[in-house]
């Protein structure tokens, strides 16, 4: 009997998702993958953008809150302000009451506070479900101003905004929280809990794109190696890294030490890779530090093919490593 491949864990990419995925779709717009984050569809009234994500694998306080800040993300880095959510809400039967209840409670509040309309969705308890599963889909349309890693030129310069690896301290202060309070103290881990909520980069990303930003890209699943393959790939332009420039988590970088992870390919929903014109740099960090959000200039695109990181004055080829969230989700 042949062997059963399977599929990866995560998000399917590349090669793997063109196979298997899209060369069996009647795609509207075949170039649609490089931009990144979201998908556009011209319309006579300007282009909407839309993405669509799936909140699951996080602590199920924070369902309701990702809902609108995860695909509205992906939004915002097109420089485009989220206007619309379709909303799909599943769950275990006899699931809590109370879960549901607070969900969607903050989804209002923060969809609210964004200016965002609910289309609509669907809203049911399965069997099959262990965890609940909120699929998201953001809507913004734009008239003039689309942010694509296509429009990024040679020795534009690359700024991130931070704190790179915050994401995973955080999610490693719930799932992991006797290791993380010998190795951070006990205090430390509650402010890591309550900061859940500042990982938003809506109203930064924005920010962003008035200050002069050509493209950006939000670092999420795969972590910061990967979005810099990504930009690179999509842009059609080399990426030159000083890391020693990033703007890191302190506490993301001892708790990547601890568990032996590459920072670089650790999760880091809440950080940005921004692309812009040298003239236009200082008015983008200042914009982002506006936010609270430590961020700088660490590198510049070039012509060229790939990432080189340089480190410890030497300069290598980027290895995209794996990515320790998946190996904690199971603990949720």
């Given at each position: 009997?042949?062997?059963?491949?399977?599929?990866?864990?995560?998000?399917?990419?590349?090669?793997?998702?063109?196979?298997?995925?899209?060369?069996?779709?009647?795609?509207?717009?075949?170039?649609?993958?490089?931009?990144?984050?979201?998908?556009?569809?011209?319309t006579k009234a300007g282009d909407m953008v839309i993405s669509c994500d799936p909140i699951i694998g996080i602590p199920p306080d924070y369902y309701g809150f990702s809902a609108v800040h995860?695909?509205?993300?992906?939004?915002?880095?097109?420089?485009?302000?989220?206007?619309?959510?379709?909303?799909?809400?599943?769950?275990?039967?006899?699931?809590?009451?109370?879960?549901?209840?607070?969900?969607?409670?903050?989804?209002?509040?923060?969809?609210?506070?964004?200016?965002?309309?609910?289309?609509?969705g669907h809203t049911g308890g399965y069997d099959g479900l262990t965890l609940p599963l909120i699929s998201s889909t953001c809507i913004g349309i734009v008239q003039n101003r689309l942010l694509s890693p296509s429009k990024v030129k040679p020795n534009d310069r690359l700024v991130i905004s931070g704190p790179v690896t915050q994401e995973m301290a955080i999610f490693l202060s719930f799932v992991e929280p006797n290791r993380m309070e010998k190795l951070l103290g006990a205090r430390k881990v509650v402010e890591l809990r309550n900061g859940t909520r500042n990982l938003t980069i809506i109203e930064p990303a924005l920010a962003a794109a008035d200050a002069g930003a050509r493209a950006m890209h939000d670092v999420a699943e795969g972590g910061t190696s990967l979005a810099l393959k990504e930009m690179s790939e999509a842009?059609?332009?080399?990426?030159?890294?000083?890391y020693a420039k990033v703007p890191w988590s302190k506490e993301g970088l001892l708790a990547m030490q601890e568990y032996g992870a590459d920072p670089l390919s650790t999760s880091s929903f809440g950080s940005i890779l921004v692309a812009a014109p040298e003239e236009n740099v200082s008015k983008i960090v200042n914009a982002l530090q506006e936010f609270g959000r430590p961020a700088s200039e660490?590198?510049?695109?070039?012509?060229?093919?790939?990432?080189?990181?340089?480190?410890?004055?030497?300069?290598?080829?980027?290895?995209?490593?794996?990515?320790?969230?998946?190996?904690?989700?199971?603990?949720l």
């Open positions: 009997m042949a062997k059963t491949s399977t599929l990866p864990k995560g998000k399917l990419r590349g090669a793997d998702l063109r196979r298997i995925v899209l060369e069996h779709l009647p795609m509207l717009d075949e170039t649609a993958t490089a931009n990144l984050d979201f998908s556009r569809l011209p995860v695909s509205g993300a992906d939004i915002a880095v097109a420089g485009v302000k989220p206007r619309y959510l379709e909303l799909g809400v599943y769950y275990p039967p006899d699931y809590s009451v109370e879960w549901l209840d607070k969900n969607m409670r903050e989804l209002g509040e923060e969809a609210k506070r964004l200016g965002i309309k609910i289309i609509g842009s059609r332009l080399g990426i030159k890294l000083d660490v590198g510049h695109f070039f012509k060229g093919k790939g990432v080189i990181v340089k480190k410890d004055e030497k300069e290598s080829d980027l290895e995209v490593k794996d990515d320790i969230y998946g190996q904690f989700t199971k603990k």
